[in-house]
């Protein structure tokens, strides 16, 4: 793909072919609405009831009956008794008398005119009607805010907050969601430490798995492992082989560039006779280089490797470019894509003569400011912007100017 298109297209063509692999998990499970939260729903849903199922008083006051009104005013109404929610209802309002009514209580249908507690004139125990002032019934007709069969949501929706609260409404208390895609972390490298050990001389900390843990389940997956290789290829192989039985994606992060030791490549290649692999080294900064490889287990079962680069930085990129779009896809995420913002540039920003740069971004109250650095390993730069951009070779941009980005979930 490269040599021909310029970096831009290059990157836009790699990940529209890569997220053409990402086929959505076809299998489903049901849950309680408890564990729905952030769960894909795997089938459209549709209201079993209409809400309101019965005629319903929206304010605290007075109901009286159609017939009343045809009877036309001044007219002097005893109160009968009190209508509240969930208790019984009579059978249908009479002509010649009122009913008191709490917000919520259902209402037999003849039910005309629900007259407010602060508007109603009272003497005597007795519902003065003296006007024809009332503009607003206030009854909430059968199916005004929901008829039954109407869709409520469709399928690959994912179910939050407010998804959860309209499904309780309606009387379902579990949902079918898709499965979790199971992704398997591999980092690697001899020089890797876990955090909370004292460093030996060469070693660094491994930063990778523990943000793509975070990101993993922030994104809903389901993270089967964590493996850290030792830099050689059979004790790579020995132990991923295992794991890749039970997962759908493998995301690897390192050894996927050019050096002595970077067996990743040469791991994707011997993943089976009907695998597929590509290596790709874009013309960017940071997220250069980048791997991929689908093959078959053997139930037949489609599974996925994303390799990313292993400068921490260039890696998070990496993931937010391609890794995170090609999840939202195997979820069965209906709108997977991040959307972009708009804001006017603080200062003038110098764009590669050759490269497609992606830019830490801060939002400021003058605009938007970049962070100079544009380092692939300085994750202090990805805890001090708020999103990304992009710039083209050779697209400068100036201060007042208004660019797109991509802000970071939080
Ligand atoms: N001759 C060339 N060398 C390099 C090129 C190139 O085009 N030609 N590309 C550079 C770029 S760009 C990147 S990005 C890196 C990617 O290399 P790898 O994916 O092979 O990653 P490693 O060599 O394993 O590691 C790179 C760097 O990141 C550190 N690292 C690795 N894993 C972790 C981790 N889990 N936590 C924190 N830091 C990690 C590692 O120690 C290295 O410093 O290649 C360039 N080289
Ligand atoms: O992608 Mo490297 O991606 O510049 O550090």
Not at 6 to 27: C, G, M, R, T
Not at 132 to 137: A, D, E
Not at 208 to 227: H, K, P, R
Not at 334 to 341: E, F, V
């Amino acid at each position: 793909m490269s040599g021909v298109l310029d970096p831009l297209q290059e990157f836009q063509a790699i990940k529209a072919w890569l997220l053409a692999q990402a086929k959505a998990i076809n299998e489903s499970e049901t849950v309680c609405l408890l564990d729905a939260n952030a769960r894909v729903l795997a089938e459209a849903i549709h209201s079993p009831i209409s809400l309101p199922a019965l005629p319903t008083s929206a304010m605290d006051g007075y109901v009286v009956s159609k017939q009343c009104l045809e009877n036309g005013f001044p007219a002097r109404l005893p109160v009968l008794g009190t209508l509240f929610a969930g208790a019984d209802i009579p059978a249908s309002l009479p002509q010649d008398a009122a009913y008191k009514v709490m917000t919520g209580a259902a209402l037999p249908g003849n039910a005309g005119l629900v007259i407010p507690v602060e508007e109603a004139q009272l003497l005597d125990d007795y519902l003065l009607l003296d006007t024809n002032k009332f503009r607003k019934s206030h009854i909430k007709q059968v199916g005004c805010d929901l008829s039954e069969g109407e869709l409520l949501l469709e399928k690959g929706v994912v179910l939050g907050a407010r998804e959860i609260g309209l499904l309780a409404s309606c009387g379902i208390a579990a949902c079918p969601v898709l499965r979790r895609p199971k992704v398997l972390i591999a980092v690697g490298g001899d020089e890797l430490q876990s955090p909370g050990v004292p460093l030996q001389a060469g070693q660094i900390y491994d930063a990778n798995s523990w943000w793509l843990q975070a990101e993993l389940t922030e994104l809903g997956c389901e993270v089967v492992a964590v493996l850290s290789w030792q830099d050689d290829l059979p004790s790579m192989q020995s132990s991923l082989r295992p794991r890749l039985e039970q997962i759908d994606l493998v995301i690897s992060v390192g050894g996927v560039s050019v050096g002595d030791r970077d067996f990743v490549y040469d791991c994707l290649q011997n993943l089976g006779e009907e695998a597929r692999s590509c290596r790709w080294r874009l013309n960017m900064k940071p997220a250069k280089p980048l791997a991929y490889a689908t093959w078959k287990q053997n139930a037949g079962a489609v599974k996925h490797w994303l390799a990313l680069p292993g400068n921490p930085v260039a890696a998070f990129m990496s993931f937010q470019l391609f890794a995170e779009p090609f999840i939202q896809s195997l979820s069965g995420k209906k709108s997977g894509s991040k959307k972009s913002c708009l804001a006017q540039m603080v200062q003038n920003v110098k764009a590669d003569p050759h490269k497609l740069l992606w830019m830490q971004v801060r939002e400021t109250q003058e605009g938007l400011e970049v962070i100079r650095q544009n380092s692939s390993s300085r994750l202090l730069d990805l805890t001090l912007a708020d999103g990304y951009l992009c710039m083209p070779p050779n697209c400068d941009l100036e201060a007042g100017q208004t660019v797109e980005y991509w802000r970071y979930r939080r």
